[in-house]
């Protein structure tokens, strides 16, 4: 019995200690809970953080930076965002993140090598570093820009100079020049292309010149070309028009590069002239439309010329004198058959023309004109002519039609027989009288032109009637 009662005391003071120690656990997560600031404080102490950071949930965290806690404490930011200066900003990969941006620090001139680091004006990054900033082709080289290709203190790369007497050729040190280059002075230049040594060592193009396969071309711009010493435009320079030196002639203009005609006020471009179609006789009103021989263009329209008049019997008379006058009616006096009413029919104008020659074509012997009532005023068979013009006319269409000088007598047995055969041709102004029968009402064969008479069978002789306007 003692020793189970000896056994009961030890299992006893056993549990007390067990339980002493329980309660004094569960006083110490009071105290934890009590000095967290956040629910489950993780059983960190805020005095336990570092600077800079902040006591949350997790633990202590740099919200500067921590997408999950980004500017405070459960701020997270979206998904693949990062945070930069307690601020989300999208993923930036390769980059830094610097403000809101993601910069590339190695180019950034705004940020060159750091956020905020800027270059200076003139200047570019490269590198992270701040450099004067040089033309394609061109290194910055101790604050000033260098051509590693050609340069002798700066061969192929920046302070890497050649020795004396050598030159800097396509980037290497040499005693001669390569690669379709030329020694001028100290340096290998491309005469081709050099504007400085442009076809020769030192032959420099002027201002606004490029050098062109070893020749000085002025550089054009615009839509223009080089032609010469000038810049043209192809289009519409009428001295190099479509191509250099294509000149236009003159009057015409270049449009769309081709030369073109330009009619100034009151003409029109017919074919490759400037017609005026008031009074171009072969364009009269329009182009292509011609007045027939002999007539000219008035106010676009073709009209006969003013006719030749003349008063009195006239002789000997070229026929190209007759100018403004048209053959209407042209027989033999041996023959005849015309009707006189199909005679005036043809001749219809207001003016008529009776003439007479030898056979041949050649000028008329005998001729007289008048308006056309003078000339076909009916005398029936009296000896007492009608005057007109300088003219004693007599016609009636069933005995004789003829004329002589104004104020000369007639003799009419049918003709006019004064100064003919009748009379041993004795009459005054005998060569100055025209007679042809009319009996039945046509032009029969006969009688007289001129002095010459009885040519009813006579060959050759011809009468005429022209007309006018």
């Known amino acids: 019995m003692r020793t189970s009662a000896t056994t009961l005391r030890a299992v006893l003071a056993a549990l007390g200690a067990t339980l002493g120690a329980l309660a004094g656990c569960a006083s110490d997560?009071?105290?934890?809970?009590?000095?967290?600031?956040?629910?489950?404080?993780?059983?960190?102490?805020?005095?336990?953080?570092?600077?800079?950071?902040?006591?949350?949930?997790?633990?202590?965290?740099?919200?500067?930076?921590?997408?999950?806690?980004?500017?405070?404490?459960?701020?997270?930011?979206?998904?693949?965002a990062t945070c930069a200066g307690g601020l989300c900003a999208a993923a930036c990969d390769g980059g830094v993140v610097c403000g809101a941006d993601c910069v590339d620090v190695q180019s950034d001139p705004g940020n060159c090598g750091a956020c905020g680091s800027a270059c200076s004006t003139g200047t570019a990054c490269a590198a992270g570093q701040c450099a004067i900033a040089c033309p394609p082709g061109q290194l910055a080289c101790g604050g000033a820009c260098a051509d590693v290709s050609a340069d002798l203190a700066n061969c192929g790369a920046?302070?890497?100079?050649?020795?004396?007497?050598?030159?800097?050729?396509?980037?290497?040190?040499?005693?001669?020049?390569?690669?379709?280059?030329?020694?001028?002075?100290?340096?290998?230049?491309?005469?081709?292309?050099?504007?400085?040594?442009?076809?020769?060592?030192?032959?420099?193009?002027?201002?606004?010149?490029?050098?062109?396969?070893?020749?000085?071309?002025?550089?054009?711009?615009?839509?223009?070309?080089?032609?010469?010493?000038?810049?043209?435009?192809?289009?519409?320079?009428?001295?190099?028009?479509?191509?250099?030196?294509?000149?236009?002639?003159?009057?015409?203009?270049?449009?769309?590069?081709?030369?073109?005609?330009?009619?100034?006020?009151?003409?029109?471009?017919?074919?490759?002239?400037?017609?005026?179609?008031?009074?171009?006789?072969?364009?009269c009103g329009a182009c292509g439309k011609s007045c027939p021989g002999g007539q000219s263009c008035v106010g676009g329209a073709c009209k006969s010329p003013d006719a030749w008049w003349a008063s009195g019997v006239q002789t000997n008379v070229p026929v190209a004198q007759l100018t403004g006058w048209t053959p209407c009616y042209q027989g033999l006096y041996s023959a005849g058959g015309a009707s006189i009413a199909g005679l005036l029919a043809s001749c219809s104008k207001a003016k008529l023309l009776l003439a007479c020659r030898p056979g041949g074509g050649g000028a008329l012997a005998v001729l007289a004109m008048a308006p056309r009532g003078d000339v076909t005023f009916d005398t029936g068979s009296s000896n007492q002519p009608h005057d007109a013009n300088g003219v004693g006319w007599y016609f009636s269409g069933n005995f004789s039609w003829g004329f002589a000088p104004q104020g000369a007598a007639i003799a009419r047995n049918e003709c006019d027989t004064i100064g003919s055969s009748f009379d041993g041709y004795g009459g005054p102004q005998k060569e100055k009288r025209l007679c042809w029968h009319t009996l039945g009402g046509g032009v029969n064969p006969g009688w007289r032109c001129g002095a010459t008479d009885n040519l009813n069978v006579a060959a050759g002789w011809e009468r005429l009637v022209f007309h006018a306007d």
């Open 158 to 283: 920046c302070g890497q100079a050649c020795d004396p007497g050598e030159v800097c050729s396509a980037g290497a040190c040499s005693l001669v020049c390569g690669g379709g280059t030329t020694k001028c002075g100290a340096k290998c230049v491309n005469l081709t292309s050099d504007p400085a040594n442009c076809g020769a060592c030192d032959a420099t193009c002027p201002q606004g010149y490029a050098c062109t396969a070893g020749a000085c071309q002025i550089v054009c711009g615009g839509g223009t070309t080089a032609c010469g010493d000038v810049c043209a435009d192809l289009a519409h320079d009428p001295a190099n028009c479509g191509a250099c030196a294509t000149s236009c002639p003159g009057g015409q203009v270049c449009t769309g590069g081709a030369c073109e005609l330009v009619c100034g006020a009151g003409t029109t471009k017919c074919g490759n002239a400037c017609v005026d179609p008031a009074v171009d006789p072969a364009n």
């Open 29 to 80: 997560e009071a105290t934890i809970a009590a000095t967290d600031g956040t629910e489950g404080g993780g059983g960190f102490d805020a005095t336990t953080c570092e600077a800079g950071q902040t006591l949350c949930r997790a633990g202590c965290i740099d919200t500067q930076v921590d997408p999950a806690n980004c500017g405070d404490c459960g701020t997270a930011c979206a998904n693949g």
